[in-house]
C-alpha cells in the first residue's frame, strides 16, 4: 500500500499550517492509519520543495494537536489513540484531604434544604408536560420567557426564541461550538484557558489556537493577527472570572475583541457561568456584538451544584444550527430540573443564592488574602478560586505532588494551558470546594511550601 502524500499545490500560506492541516485530514479520514510512519523531515521538504523548518513546524504543530508522536531516533508516528486527559481537579474525595482543585461554589447546609424543599414542591406541582412529553417546544416555553429575565440580570437582551435551556454549561458550550466550528476549521482562545476545550476539539475535529493574554484578558491584535494568518471560525472567551487567572475584562477590552470579530466576520461563544454574581462588571460581549455572540450562562456554580441547568442564547443566525445540534447531543434540557430553575428565577430564590454566593466568596477572599501574605497571587473579590504563578524555577509537577503527600489537592495550572509559548508554572487554588477553616489550613500549608526552600520528591504514596 502506497503512503499517502500530501498535495503540494494544496499549500497555501502560512505553508507550515496549511502542511498540518492536509495531514490533519488525511488522518481523519483514515487515509494515514494509527502508528503510520511519516517521511523524515529533510525527505517530506524536498519532496514538497518546503524548508526543513517548514516541514518541522508542520510537525510539532500536528504534535500539539495531539495526531503523531516524535520518538528521537525513529521518526514521525501517526498517534490517533490517545490517553484521555487527567482532569486537574480530583475525580473523588479521598480521606482526610483537604481538596483545594475542583471549582464549585460554597455551600452549607441551607443549600441542601432549599433544594429538598424544591423537589417536594415539584412533587406536588408537576406539570404533565415536564413528564410526558418528548417534544422541547411543548415542554419550554413558559422556561424560555423566564430565561429572559435571568439574562437581563446578567446584561443581556433576548427573545425567548433565542434560548436553549441546556444541562449546564458544559452542554452549551460544546453545542455553541458544534454550530460554529465544523471539522478541520480553527477557533481562538485565551492561552491559558478552559481546561476541557483540548479534548472537545480533538473530540469534535476542530483546531484551537492560543492567543496572548495580558492582565484585561485576550489582546485584540493577537485576535487580529490570527484571523488574518489562518481560518478562525470562532474565538472563545471567558471575560468574567471564570477563568483560570481570574481575569475581569474590561468594557473596553470586550467592545475591541467584538470590534475584531465583526471585522473578520467570525462568531464568539461567550462563556459566562457566573452571570450576575460578578458585581460591577462589564456588560457582556454579546451586549456589543449581539449578531454574532453565543452566550452560555448557568446555575451550578453559583447556587447549588446540583442544580445543573443552563441558558445558551444564540443569535439569529445561529438559531437553527444550535437547535439541530442540540437535538443530537442531548434532545432536550431535563425537564424537571429546568421546572426548579424556573420556579427559583421567578420567585427570586435563584438571586437570593447568588448574592449568599457572593457574601461567601468576599469573606474567602480575605481568607485568601490573609493566608498568602507574602505569596504574589491573583484573584477577584467574586472569584471562586485563586490563581498561583510559581516563583523561581519551582516545577509545577512537583509542587502539585508535595501539597498533595501534605494533605491538600491543588489544580495544576498545566490543565489550563492552550499555547504552548510562553508558560509559566502555576496552579489554580478553590476557595468554594470546601469549609472556610479547612480553605485556611490548605492554604497555609501552600504558602509554606512556597516560602520553604524548594524539595525534591524523594517518595509519592
Same mark, same amino acid.
Given at each position: ?6 498535495? @503540494? ?11 498540518? $492541516? ?57 498517534? *490517533? ?38 423537589? &417536594? ?25 423566564? /430565561? ?8 443581556? $437582551? ?78 472563545? =472567551? ?37 452571570? @450576575? ?26 447556587? =447549588? ?8 442564547? /444564540? ?25 426548579? &430553575?424556573?420556579?427559583?428565577?421567578? $420567585? ?20 485568601? !488574602?490573609?493566608?498568602?501574605?507574602? =505569596?504574589?497571587?491573583? *484573584? ?31 489544580? @495544576? ?14 496552579? !489554580? ?17 501552600? *504558602? ?14
Amino acid at each position: 500500500m502506497t503512503l499517502w502524500q500530501p498535495d @503540494p499545490a494544496l499549500i497555501r500560506r502560512p505553508a507550515y499550517l496549511s502542511l498540518a $492541516d492536509q495531514f490533519a485530514r488525511a488522518i481523519h479520514d483514515g487515509r494515514l492509519a494509527n502508528g503510520a510512519r511519516l517521511p523524515t523531515h529533510r525527505a517530506l521538504a524536498d519532496v514538497l520543495k518546503l524548508s526543513v523548518q517548514t516541514v518541522s513546524r508542520a510537525y510539532e504543530e500536528l504534535i500539539r494537536r495531539g495526531l503523531i508522536s516524535g520518538e528521537v531516533g525513529r521518526g514521525s508516528f501517526v498517534q *490517533t489513540q490517545r490517553r484521555e486527559p487527567d482532569p486537574p481537579y480530583l475525580p473523588e474525595r479521598l480521606g482526610e484531604l483537604i481538596d483545594l482543585s475542583i471549582l464549585k461554589p460554597a455551600c452549607e447546609t441551607m443549600h441542601h434544604e432549599r433544594l429538598k424543599q424544591a423537589l &417536594a414542591w415539584l412533587a406536588e406541582t408537576l406539570p404533565a408536560s415536564a413528564a410526558l412529553s418528548f417534544r422541547p417546544n411543548m415542554v419550554f416555553p413558559r422556561h424560555r420567557a423566564v /430565561a429572559v429575565d435571568w439574562l437581563k440580570l446578567c446584561g443581556l $437582551d433576548a427573545s425567548p426564541q433565542n434560548v436553549t435551556l441546556t444541562n449546564g454549561a458544559t452542554g452549551g458550550m460544546t453545542v455553541a461550538l458544534m454550530s460554529v466550528a465544523p471539522p478541520g476549521s480553527t477557533v481562538a482562545t485565551e492561552a491559558i484557558g478552559h481546561h476541557t476545550l483540548v479534548p472537545l476539539a480533538r473530540y469534535l475535529g476542530f483546531n484551537l489556537e492560543g492567543l496572548p493574554i495580558d492582565d484585561d484578558g485576550i489582546v485584540p491584535e493577537a485576535l487580529d493577527e490570527a484571523c488574518r494568518l489562518t481560518d478562525i471560525r470562532a474565538v472563545f =472567551v471567558q471575560p468574567s472570572v471564570i477563568n483560570p487567572t481570574a481575569t475581569l475584562m474590561s468594557a473596553v477590552r470586550r467592545e475591541a475583541i467584538a470590534a475584531v470579530a465583526r471585522k473578520h466576520d467570525i462568531a464568539i461563544i461567550e462563556n459566562d457561568v457566573l452571570g @450576575p454574581l460578578v458585581e460591577d462588571r462589564a456588560p457582556p460581549l454579546a451586549a456589543f456584538a449581539p449578531e454574532r455572540t453565543l452566550y452560555v450562562t448557568s446555575f451550578s456554580k453559583i447556587t =447549588v451544584p446540583g442544580l445543573r441547568i443552563g441558558y445558551l442564547a /444564540a443569535p439569529d443566525r445561529y438559531v437553527a444550527a444550535v437547535a439541530n445540534r442540540h437535538l443530537v447531543t442531548n434532545w432536550m434540557a431535563t425537564p424537571m430540573v429546568a421546572e426548579i &430553575a424556573t420556579k427559583w428565577v421567578a $420567585d427570586g430564590t435563584a438571586l437570593e443564592l447568588v448574592h449568599w454566593q457572593r457574601g461567601a466568596l468576599r469573606r474567602r477572599a480575605e481568607i485568601a !488574602r490573609e493566608a498568602l501574605q507574602g =505569596v504574589a497571587h491573583r *484573584t477577584c473579590r467574586d472569584a471562586l478560586h485563586v490563581w498561583l504563578e510559581l516563583p523561581g524555577d519551582r516545577s509545577e509537577e512537583a509542587f502539585v505532588a508535595q501539597a498533595r503527600l501534605q494533605g491538600v489537592a491543588i489544580a @495544576p495550572g498545566a490543565s489550563f494551558r492552550i499555547a504552548e509559548e510562553p508558560w509559566k508554572p502555576a496552579v !489554580r487554588i478553590s476557595l468554594g470546594s470546601t469549609t472556610e477553616g479547612e480553605l485556611h489550613a490548605g492554604l497555609g500549608v501552600v *504558602t509554606k511550601l512556597l516560602l520553604g526552600d524548594p524539595e525534591h520528591l524523594l517518595l509519592a504514596i
